[in-house]
């Protein structure tokens, strides 16, 4: 997993509450077996007409949206399945952050693990970064996750909270399953006294 | 001070306790299906890794198969090539696998708990956000993502952070000819669909005590529809006449040692929870979601709100499912016509459920126009009802009767509703082109979808008069 220290880039708003995976990738991508190449699928439905045009309404087939990478929301994102390729495709399209003033908890949970920050910030303070958004075109913010720190080029900035140990996981790319993996004695010790009573 | 059920439970699993850190916990049953677990295997491969545990691992197909005949090539070469995977992944790594063509091929969350593999105080984790179903037994069961599943499989465990709790007590007796479905709908259409996020549910009180096993899955299974981690119900005699003799259920002294055991299970008189609810079942009625989520509910008597009966902050989420719905604020419920009926899914798609659903069907004709299916939830499922003629019932009707799968719950298969298309559906979701795209999803229990499929609108299925002994 990519490590993530801090990240500079522009904000695309998608003000819309509720916006669930089947949203985020709809089902007749999930049965591909890569775990790339995902991003071209990113919000489908809306990005793309029943032809399979790109619809031009849709923000991130706006310029400058297009390159965006800080990805601002409403509350509840990502509710619904637990596809990982949810963040996969979020991931894939270019977005590193997601700021939202609540998430859904099995995606939130997967962000982490693909390199994305997801960024719980409060209601008014989501609502007057749509504002800029809107009154600067090509707005960028910056996310410093070392200093915990959120900010742009015109003097806004305020410190964010993220758990302690989530942030290390994305500031050095942590693979957990080998930090798992360093206690294997301690699991090989509870399995010989942890009684199971299905016989297989 | 006493501890709840959830805390019993997580606490019999910790391996690992660190400051600051999740916990490590033990999973005692891995359930993994074709849609989220190929990529995992490929970590496995990458890291040269093995899986720890193929012994508590359990793999089924169900999401992305075709339901109709299965001796035929699928359509879907991507889907094939999925399943294709799966099988492979199973074969290399050691894991058993309900292939098929095997009798025990199902829904992942209808087999395990038909075979007796779920059972109370386990942990079981799946890849799948409906895990939760398992809670009915007592059992902490929650969904997980790709890399967790990696995780699993490496290790037989997960780091995690222990959530709030919350009791929801379900207070008096649930009304005659109202199901589990319409409670676990009420609850979430008065508390909104991400009301309980980051905490485990213990669902309580008469109500669910009074509900067979069947149905107390039906209300866990909704438990992430209300956005909660897991829902739990506490075993009791239930829990236990319904594993007893179930084919991976403990035997003999093993079973007596078991029962002890599982009596333990239950949040202790004096167990804090972070939050209760109480929540009255007397005045439910049956539900019918009319929006895009499944806590936008109304009573099957009731009318489709508009923007102005729900508070501001709810004003844009109303009028966007209104728009997408197609649906005018004011309209009876009574007066949306539907042209699609699906009965399944690991909310309702148990044998209980079709006996309700057939109960109605019963020397009925399906209504010109509407196109029905009934899809079991297991090929174990599908074998009872065909043995006790409800398959009969419903071919006879009009309906289309199924192999086992997921189905139109989530159309990753060919069962796809089509633009414009308006679904009765027994599922747990409702959004934005779950079925299909640009098709209208109304959430129902069994026995509504039946008499809407019939009466191609919905009914008080409460008045529906039922032709006893015609047609079987």
Redesign the interface.
Known sequence: MEAFKTHQGIVAPLD???I?T??II???F??????SGYGEFLFY?WRYT?EEQENPEFLLNQEPYRNASVLLTR??FG??????HA?WAIEDFGFRVIIAP?F???FY??CF??GILPLQLPAEEVEGLFSKTAENPGYKLTINLEQQRIMDSQGYEREFEV???RREMLLKGLD??SA??Q?ET??AD??RT??????? | MGKTLYEKIWD??I??EQE???D?I?I??HLIHE??S??AF?GLRL?N?QV?RP??TLATMD??IPTTDRSLPFE?K??A??VE?LRKNCQDFGI?LFDLFSTKQGIVHIIAPEL??T?PG?TIVC???HTATHGAFGTLAF??????V??VL????L?Q?KSKTMAVNFNGELPIGVTAKDLILALIGQYG??FA??YVLEYRGEAIRNLTMEERMTVCNMS?EI?A?AGLIAPDETTFKYLEGKE???KGE?WQE?LE?WRELKSDKDAQFDRIVDFNCSVIEPQVTWGT?PGLVASVNAAVPGPEDVPEEKR??VE?ALAYMDLAPGTAIKDIEINTVFIGSCTNGRIQDLREAAKVVNGYQVAEEVRALVVPGSQFVKQQAESEGLAKIFTDAGFEWREAGCSMC???NPDIAK?GDRVASTSN?N????QG??SKSHLVSPSMAAAAAIEGRFVDVRQWPIKIGEGV
């Open positions: 819309r509450a509720n669930d089947d949203a709809p089902k007749q999930l049965k591909r077996i890569e775990r439905d029943s509350e509840n509710c619904g399945s637990s596809r990982e963040p609540s859904a908890d099995i949970n997967n693990k693909n758990d302690e140990y957990e399953i798992t993996i206690f301690q699991i509870f399995e942890h009684k199971i009573y299905y016989s297989r | 019999r699993h391996v690992v600051d850190q999740p490590i033990y005692d049953l849609v989220t190929p990529q490929d890291a890794r720890r012994d508590r999401h992305a879907d991507i889907a090539k999925q995977a058993e007796g593999l059972q386990q890849g799948d956000s969904g997980i993502g790709t890399s967790e990696e995780h490496a290790t037989q465990t780091k952070y669909h991400d996020t980051g992430i956005g981690r991976y259920a403990p093993e078991a055991d989520n844009r989420m966007s989530l159309g990753m633009p979701r959004f934005e082109g779950r795209r640009d």
